[in-house]
T-cell receptor
Framework: GQQVMQIPQYQHVQEGEDFTTYCNSS?????IQWYKQRPGGHPVFLIQ?????EVKKQKRLTFQFGEAKKNSSLHITATQTTDVGTYFC???????????FGAGTRLAVHP | EAGVAQSPRYKIIEKRQSVAFWCNPI?????LYWYQQILGQGPKLLIQ????????DSQLPKDRFSAERLKGVDSTLKIQPAKLEDSAVYLC??????????FGPGTRLTVL
């Protein structure tokens, strides 16, 4: 079945450094979503990418969807302690809005 | 607008006992999902309802897990009997059709 692989599993940065997490699939994706889960919290939707090569920005966050629609990335510029959490990518599999989540990248930011 | 509500927030049981979780989705959201999130992993879909009908339960361990959504609003997820490996956070989510999913706070289950 559909799988999405995320790397790295864990990233530890100093506040102010940049951070990137990558999501890869062996099959072409119809679209991809990104979620953030704070420690002890629940996943919160960040964004959805649909078009090949699409780039979207939310303040310091930049989301990209690969030209082949098999990979995606989330880049955070100048991390802050509020960015701490686990970032998940998720792709639709089959019909009915079924999401397959990656294992997530856990971000730790040290002041 | 109120979010997805879940109860209880925490539950500790012994193996072979039964447990039930409750979810109240966002008003008007026809699609409801139950996910299992094991520590250090991404959420895994257990079952998906469209109104009160099941559209996907391919990853639900049906020998011990059951779920229902009577009247197409609230839903309950039951585990009977529980195993140690069922220890996880059980997340409920809802969406308006085929769209963004909104997650509830989850129920953290510990099976001893």
């Amino acid at each position: 079945g559909q799988q999405v692989m995320q790397i790295p599993q864990y990233q530890h940065v100093q506040e102010g450094e940049d951070f990137t997490t990558y999501c890869n699939s062996s099959t072409t994706l119809s679209n991809i979503q990104w979620y953030k889960q704070r420690p002890g919290g629940h996943p919160v939707f960040l964004i959805q990418l649909v078009k090949s090569g699409e780039v979207k920005k939310q303040k310091r966050l930049t989301f990209q969807f690969g030209e082949a629609k098999k990979n995606s990335s989330l880049h955070i510029t100048a991390t802050q302690t509020t960015d701490v959490g686990t970032y998940f990518c998720a792709a639709f599999s089959g019909g009915y809005n079924k999401l397959i989540f990656g294992a997530g990248t856990r971000l730790a930011v040290h002041p | 607008e109120a979010g997805v509500a879940q109860s209880p927030r925490y539950k500790i049981i012994e193996k072979r006992q039964s447990v039930a979780f409750w979810c109240n989705p966002i008003s008007g959201h026809a699609t409801l999902y139950w996910y299992q999130q094991i520590l250090g992993q991404g959420p895994k879909l257990l079952i998906q309802f469209q109104n009160n009908g099941v559209v996907d339960d391919s990853q639900l361990p049906k020998d011990r897990f059951s779920a229902e959504r009577l009247k197409g609003v609230d839903s309950t997820l039951k585990i009977q009997p529980a195993k140690l490996e069922d220890s996880a956070v059980y997340l409920c989510a809802s969406s308006l059709g085929l769209n963004t999913q909104y997650f509830g706070p989850g129920t953290r289950l510990t099976v001893l």
